[in-house]
């Protein structure tokens, strides 16, 4: 279903967003809000398929592409505050569509989203975007490595999936992937733990022998559990020397 989306002539950013809304709200139904609730604890949600979401940022864009691009996060802003799954959602993909300006985007302007993040799906979706700002602006390692110790599980577990996301595309950070997840091998949070997984089996595909060198050095500190999941794409014997105590 696409929406008519000529109305980015309106001044008033609350009229922007009201209008992001409508559209959201005329492609929810409840069966996908019930799907939805089953799969993603905690989700605030009404309803909308995420192929649904990604179209109606697709037929967005041609609007969105003209904003400025504070405007543009002001918006976004205003989306995240909701707390509204799909509006954050939406938020991302939209801003995945300005990916020039994002590589300058300031970690100010992306941490208060992270507030307002209370589901695995959210999360991981922004920590997708970012990770793609990573080889043009190293510093903000820095802030993953704080966030790694933020008492707030969904901060951790941003910090973890976007350790995950961004050893892909042909990118390979080892140390930098084990300094994230170093502090968060013992995690309780089941959350955390399984971005923690995620994590080391990817670098694990790219850097075996690095990966195999830091699950040892950690037998004393990682779980059976998360330690044979982030060994399970490793060669038979060094599984084997692992799982061996």
């Known amino acids: ?63 969105f592409g003209t904003l400025p691009f504070e405007t ?38 992306i941490s208060p989203w992270l507030d307002h993040l209370d589901n695995w799906e959210t999360c991981d979706q922004l920590s997708t975007v970012i990770a793609l700002l990573i080889p043009k602006n190293p510093s903000l390692l820095t802030e993953l490595y704080t966030l790694a110790e933020s008492p707030n599980k969904w901060k951790r577990r941003f910090a973890a999936a976007t350790a995950a996301n961004i050893n892909h595309n042909g990118c390979a950070y080892p140390e930098e992937t084990f300094r994230i997840v170093r502090p968060l091998l013992a995690d309780r949070e089941v959350v955390v733990s399984k971005a923690v997984g995620w994590a080391l089996r990817g670098i694990s595909k790219k850097c075996p022998s690095e990966t195999f060198g830091f699950l040892k050095e950690n037998l004393g500190v990682i779980p059976k559990r998360l330690l044979k999941e982030s060994s399970e794409l490793l060669p038979e014997k060094e599984k084997k020397e692992l799982t061996v105590r």
């Open 1 to 63: 279903m696409k929406i008519c989306t000529n109305w980015f002539s309106m001044n008033s950013i609350d009229e922007y967003t009201d209008r992001i809304r409508r559209s959201l709200l005329a492609l929810s139904d409840e069966a996908t809000k019930e799907k939805t609730e089953r799969l993603i604890s905690g989700a605030r949600c009404i309803g909308v398929a995420v192929p649904n979401i990604r179209q109606l940022a697709k037929d967005l864009k041609p609007d």
């Open 72 to 109: 543009l996060c002001r918006i976004v802003d205003q989306l995240f505050e909701s707390e509204c799954r799909e509006e954050i959602l939406l938020a991302v993909f939209v801003l995945a569509q300005r990916k020039k300006e994002l590589a300058n985007i300031p970690w100010t302007r």
